[in-house]
């Protein structure tokens, strides 16, 4: 007899066979003009997508590639980033790489609409968007993430995650003098 693990009722897969989503909503419009979704979300209509959907991005593990596509006409710049979902990931790294970036494209042009995705759309595109709400469009982390939670209803960032945002904002605030 052989120990299978449990069946994950949170997997994407599920939520599809049961009809919780339908395709055409993989993902959920965080703000105006940020949104988080997981594999199967469409980058038609954005200017920027960050895809953290590691190993099926074919990206090293602690590594980040920009590369340009275009879909109908539009521009698209990709961020491929070779992030795992585990404990052990270093998400500050991936941070300090990728924010600056979007903050560049954001101040380029404000009306940029971004994508944070990755496989289920529940953890790492998660923390990467509320770092980006927080550093580049100033929102509070608690905010950031109630405001993901409210319009995305079944994330779950990993919680070595979230940890980690809130002491990188923790210092940030002290670095700052507030």
Not at 40 to 64: D, L, M, R
Not at 75 to 97: A, W
Request: glycine share 4%; proline share 4%; hydrophobic share 35%.
């Amino acid at each position: 007899m052989t120990n299978k693990a449990p069946l994950d009722w949170n997997h994407p897969f599920f939520y599809h066979l049961t009809g919780a989503i339908e395709e055409e909503d993989s993902k959920h419009w965080i703000t105006p003009t940020v949104a988080v979704g997981g594999l199967s979300s469409s980058y038609e209509c954005f200017n920027v997508v960050v895809n953290a959907n590691y190993p099926y991005n074919h990206i090293k593990q602690g590594k980040i590639t920009r590369r340009e596509e275009n879909f109908d006409n539009s521009r698209c710049t990709l961020y491929l980033l070779g992030m795992c979902d585990h404990d052990q990931e270093h998400l500050d790294n991936y941070l300090d790489l990728i924010i600056p970036r979007l903050s560049d494209e954001f101040k380029e042009r404000p009306s940029t609409r971004f994508l944070f995705h990755c496989y289920a759309g529940k953890s790492r595109s998660v923390v990467l968007a509320a770092a980006f709400l927080v550093e580049v469009m100033g929102m509070e982390l608690d905010a950031a993430l109630a405001l993901i939670q409210e319009k995305r209803w079944f994330v779950a960032p990993r919680p070595s995650f979230v940890e980690t945002l809130r002491k990188r904002y923790e210092k940030k605030t002290l670095d700052n003098g507030s």
